[in-house]
T-cell receptor, first 116, second 117 residues
Framework: DQQVKQNSPSLSVQEGRISILNCDYT??????FLWYKKYPAEGPTFLIS?????DKNEDGRFTVFLNKSAKHLSLHIVPSQPGDSAVYFC???????????????FGQGTILTVHP | KAGVTQTPRYLIKTRGQQVTLSCSPI?????VSWYQQTPGQGLQFLFE???????NKGNFPGRFSGRQFSNSRSEMNVSTLELGDSALYLC????????????????FGPGTRLTVT
């Protein structure tokens, strides 16, 4: 039962352009969402998060959009840089219905490659 | 602040043995969560400890256990190792208390790469 899905295994963009990574969830009890960046053999690095009371959160080049009715979130990176090349995971947590903020449910990840 | 540290970074064990992994959270963080990452299953939640008590548990067999000490450091133990336990084990810390902005982010350590032969 994949409650958080990242349907695109990979994404390739040109340096300077926008990268858009997508994530869908099925559990309506999730109310907090996070994006992480990960390099092989390292731990995930926290990028940005959003609460379900918001529909957008911005931090520098990173913006996360949340569409609760569609149970969809996306991460926009503008402008993309070669150093952004990594695996990106979305994760979800919540407080009710068997979920917990201490438990993150991750998507399968999207490999982003930014070409110079 | 220093980040989350995990020891050891690499470990090779034989099937049937047991292993203990250690995690030191960010200073002031009271919640420690553990995750297993494998190529086939992705990142999966093992359990979470808060103030020395297990607060949440994932769907792993009882061979996987953990504990947390009064200084918030945590250990996880895997007994009777199986080949399928080979994975990257990650711990993450967070303040663990809700209600304020930024309380729900988890910060990960570098992981322990466990290989079972």
């Amino acid at each position: 039962d994949q409650q958080v899905k990242q349907n695109s295994p990979s994404l390739s963009v040109q340096e300077g352009r926008i990268s858009i990574l997508n994530c869908d969830y099925t559990n309506s009890m999730f109310d907090y969402f996070l994006w992480y960046k990960k390099y092989p053999a390292e731990g995930p690095t926290f990028l940005i998060s959003i609460s379900s009371i918001k529909d957008k959160n911005e931090d520098g080049r990173f913006t996360v959009f949340l569409n609760k009715s569609a149970k969809h979130l996306s991460l926009h990176i503008v402008p993309s840089q070669p150093g952004d090349s990594a695996v990106y995971f979305c994760a979800a947590s919540g407080r009710a219905g068997g979920t917990s903020y201490g438990k993150l449910t991750f998507g399968q990840g999207t490999i982003l490659t930014v070409h110079p | 602040k220093a980040g989350v540290t995990q020891t050891p970074r690499y470990l090779i064990k034989t099937r049937g043995q047991q292993v203990t992994l250690s995690c030191s959270p960010i200073s002031g963080h009271r919640s420690v969560s553990w995750y297993q990452q494998t190529p086939g299953q992705g990142l999966q939640f093992l359990f979470e400890y808060f103030s020395e008590t297990q607060r949440n548990k994932g769907n792993f067999p009882g061979r996987f256990s953990g504990r947390q000490f009064s200084n918030s450091r945590s250990e996880m133990n895997v007994s009777t190792l199986e080949l399928g336990d080979s994975a990257l084990y990650l711990c993450a810390s967070s303040p663990g208390t809700g209600g304020t902005s930024g309380s729900y982010e988890q910060y990960f350590g570098p992981g322990t790469r466990l290989t079972v032969t």
